[in-house]
């Protein structure tokens, strides 16, 4: 049972779980299995129990532990992370039909992002010996914003999308040329580099959101995502040998966003779905192994008293 002083330890990072359980949730019900939507169900109410939980933790950090709340935000990561909730919340308006908690995630993520690049623009001199994949997160969560938007507000969704695509764009290459220089981040951040990804997968996922039909940029974006996902796997025991540590919840995601972008890019070519079904399998096992190894390793987790 969770402590109260538990509660006031649970690190930002944690907002990246609720956005894994909830994605794969999606991938679920993106697949079309009819017997999995009593389970869809059922982890989509777990993951807003989780975000209900962390929210509330965040909070009250906030309230009771001021100075231990600002010395977390002091870190890009952690203020990266923050995007997780928002993006959450929109995964879950789109699992429960709510165009109330689509709106919640709008009226925190616009002036989130607008603070978060204005830190990135008055810091920018110690920008390159921070950067790493967290900084995808942010413009992510314009593009998942413009996924879930209502029919009434496909304007401002496509204006999201179109935001969260230049600037994460930009984010991308930025990384993509780190890593051909041999510019590594430290090694406990390995996990984030699957977030490199997600970011494709869901630019394919929010394109296919406006456009008629599927287009050539569209199987440029799948395949992007793709090459992405081989590449990452290819070197999947660097990522994997790190001692375990929060960023391994950026591996959930991803491999949801890839198996949703996968079912998604079947339904529109008439492909076979047994590679969807496989790689739901896969982000299945795989967020299983990180609940597991977070439950095991729950007292080093915590932040500091």
Same mark, same amino acid.
């Given at each position: 049972?969770?402590?109260?002083?538990?509660?006031?330890?649970?690190?930002?990072?944690?907002?990246?779980?609720?956005?894994?359980?909830?994605?794969?949730?999606?991938?679920?019900?993106?697949?079309?299995?009819?017997?999995?939507?009593?389970?869809?169900?059922?982890?989509?109410?777990?993951?807003?129990?989780?975000?209900?939980?962390?929210?509330?933790?965040?909070?009250?950090?906030?309230?009771?532990?001021?100075?231990?709340?600002?010395?977390?935000?002091?870190?890009?990561?952690?203020?990266?992370? =923050?995007? +997780?909730?928002?993006?959450?919340?929109?995964? @879950?308006?789109?699992? !429960? &039909?709510? *165009?109330? #908690?689509?709106?919640?995630?709008?009226?925190?993520?616009?002036?989130?992002?607008?603070?978060? =690049?204005? +830190?990135?623009?008055?810091?920018?001199?110690? @920008?390159?010996?921070? !950067? &790493?994949? *967290?900084? #995808?997160?942010?413009?992510?969560?314009?593009?998942?914003?413009?996924?879930?938007?209502?029919?009434?507000?496909?304007?401002?969704?496509?204006?999201?999308? @179109?935001?969260?695509?230049?600037?994460?764009?930009?984010?991308?290459?930025?990384?993509?040329?780190?890593?051909?220089?041999?510019?590594?981040?430290?090694?406990?951040?390995?996990?984030?580099?699957?977030?490199?990804?997600?970011?494709?997968?869901?630019?394919?996922?929010?394109?296919?959101?406006?456009?008629?039909?599927?287009?050539?940029?569209?199987?440029?974006?799948?395949?992007?995502?793709?090459?992405?996902?081989?590449?990452?796997?290819?070197?999947?025991?660097?990522?994997?040998?790190?001692?375990?540590?929060?960023?391994?919840?950026?591996?959930?995601?991803?491999?949801?966003?890839?198996?949703?972008?996968?079912?998604?890019?079947?339904?529109?070519?008439?492909?076979?779905?047994?590679?969807?079904?496989?790689?739901?399998?896969?982000?299945?096992?795989?967020?299983?192994?990180?609940?597991?190894?977070?439950?095991?390793?729950?007292?080093?987790?915590?932040?500091?008293?």
């Amino acid at each position: 049972m969770m402590t109260s002083n538990a509660l006031l330890r649970l690190p930002v990072i944690l907002m990246s779980s609720v956005m894994g359980v909830a994605g794969l949730a999606n991938a679920a019900k993106a697949s079309g299995i009819s017997f999995l939507a009593p389970t869809v169900t059922l982890v989509a109410t777990g993951a807003m129990v989780m975000l209900l939980i962390f929210t509330l933790s965040f909070c009250a950090r906030y309230m009771k532990k001021s100075t231990q709340y600002f010395d977390e935000m002091a870190s890009v990561v952690s203020r990266h992370f =923050l995007s +997780c909730g928002t993006i959450s919340l929109f995964l @879950l308006s789109g699992l !429960f &039909n709510s *165009t109330t #908690l689509w709106v919640l995630g709008v009226a925190i993520q616009v002036p989130l992002f607008i603070i978060i =690049l204005t +830190c990135w623009i008055y810091n920018y001199k110690n @920008l390159l010996t921070n !950067f &790493n994949p *967290t900084f #995808l997160i942010p413009p992510l969560a314009n593009v998942v914003c413009a996924i879930f938007v209502p029919e009434w507000l496909k304007g401002f969704g496509y204006f999201m999308y @179109l935001v969260g695509t230049l600037v994460g764009g930009g984010i991308y290459l930025m990384l993509f040329l780190h890593l051909v220089k041999k510019v590594f981040i430290a090694k406990p951040l390995y996990p984030t580099y699957f977030i490199m990804m997600a970011t494709p997968s869901m630019f394919f996922l929010g394109l296919q959101t406006y456009a008629i039909r599927l287009s050539v940029v569209g199987v440029g974006y799948y395949a992007w995502a793709v090459i992405a996902s081989i590449a990452l796997f290819f070197n999947i025991r660097k990522i994997i040998t790190t001692n375990f540590s929060m960023a391994y919840w950026a591996l959930t995601f991803p491999m949801a966003a890839f198996t949703t972008a996968t079912y998604k890019y079947a339904y529109l070519t008439g492909a076979p779905l047994w590679f969807g079904h496989s790689l739901l399998v896969i982000t299945f096992l795989i967020l299983l192994k990180v609940i597991a190894r977070t439950v095991l390793n729950r007292h080093h987790l915590l932040l500091p008293q």
